[in-house]
């Protein structure tokens, strides 16, 4: 690569720089971002507490408050994009106010995993979904109020009941075995869904992708997929990739 093509004069993240912000539990999204990350690429991680309640003033306070400090932290190291890697916890309404207010407190452009899901679900075509997730019913819900109040129609939501005792329990969900994980994906399809989602940042997916599109006969997006891809499109990188589904392939 010429110095022409070099956005940054370093030795790593020459392409790019791209942050994201992830619950202190997760273990899963550094590893997968990392693990699709292109050549010149590199991804920049900071930890922010997890934050459930989305929907009442105190709750949006709390929410609003943690993502312009680690934001703001993350801004100093001169990032293309930054990232709050986070599904359930960015589910707010209208998608796009959380990731329009990082972008004026950082001065970087920046997506969350909530609005690049309904983005990701939107290239594809994608109205009719299934959901898996690790979650509790009542995350499920949740999840699913959030979807259809954007448009879509969740035929099918299935949960593996994780977190129901309590928070405490959520560091088990990157611990799931993959050949369960698998299972529950396919058993939570429906025939009326065009693309199935898999929903958490910390549900280790990435490898299965591939082999679950040729399964089911749809496109499968995850958290993890869906928000590297809207971070690397938000900085100016448009590679494709053939192993991470046909969002990263096509799109």
């Known amino acids: 690569m010429s110095d022409a093509g070099r956005r940054h004069p370093a030795a790593y993240g020459w392409r790019a720089k791209i942050g994201v912000i992830v619950p202190p539990t997760n273990t899963v999204n550094e590893a997968e971002w990392n693990l699709m990350a292109p050549d010149g690429v590199t991804i920049h991680a900071a930890r922010m ?11 949006k306070a709390a929410l609003y408050a943690d993502v ?21 916890g960015s589910m707010v309404q ?21 609005a690049s899901i309904l983005t990701a679900l939107g290239a594809l075509g994608a109205k009719h979904i299934a959901v898996a997730t690790p979650y509790h019913d009542a995350l499920n819900a949740h999840e699913a109020r959030f979807l259809e109040a954007a448009g879509f129609d969740v035929v099918h939501i299935q949960g593996l009941g994780i977190g129901a005792g309590g928070p405490e329990e959520y560091p088990q969900i990157a611990r799931t075995d993959l050949g369960d994980i698998k299972d529950h994906i396919v058993s939570a399809d429906r025939a009326g869904a065009e693309a199935m989602l898999v929903s958490c940042t910390d549900f280790p997916v990435l490898g299965l992708i591939a082999g679950l599109e040729q399964e089911l006969g749809k496109p499968v997006i995850t958290s993890n997929q869906a928000t590297f891809w809207a971070a690397l499109r938000a900085a100016g990188i448009n590679d494709r990739f053939e192993n991470y589904g046909k969002l990263l392939k096509d799109y």
């Open 68 to 88: 312009e400090r680690a934001a703001s932290d993350l801004a100093e190291a001169g990032l293309d994009a930054i990232a709050y890697g986070c599904t359930a």
């Open 49 to 59: 507490a997890l934050h459930l309640d989305t929907s009442s003033d105190t709750g």
């Open 94 to 114: 209208p998608a796009s106010v959380l990731s329009d207010f990082m972008t004026k407190v950082t001065g970087t452009i920046s997506v969350t995993t909530a």
